[in-house]
């Protein structure tokens, strides 16, 4: 049986071998996962937030701009080649409807663009993503074969 390592809200974790990434609770949240397919390592984050605002804030991985920046920085200290690290993405659902025009409606929107560009920044790709929608999600990837699973609220599972 596979260890489950779990990765918090606003946490990032690297893992190899015979080892499960998982995070839970992915609703205006996104989870970004970064998977080298020769080394079968990987790293899975959590995002909370859009970008980083207030620099004393020191929880790098609460955000997209400076969680994916600061996640692709441990993954290179660890040999990753961005040629061939696989990334996927699920979460920024629509959880605060009815709140009106305000930041929080869309700010699972605004998580998955954040995302998107810092991931472009770093000179990486996506591969598959599931996000959007009004349900929660629960994100694992399975550092042996990569496969990324999506576990909805609902009980609907998809593979990535």
Known sequence: MKEKVVVRISDMKIAQGRKELITFALGSCVGISFYDPVRKMGALLHVLLPERVDERDSNLMKYADSGVHETVRQLRMQGFARNITVVKIAG??????????????????????????????EGLHITASDTGGTVARTMSLDLESGTVTIREATGQIRYL
């Open 92 to 121: 920024g659902a629509t959880m605060f409807q009815g709140t009106g025009q305000g930041a929080l409606s869309k700010i699972g929107d605004r998580n998955v663009e954040s995302v998107r560009r810092a991931l472009t920044r």
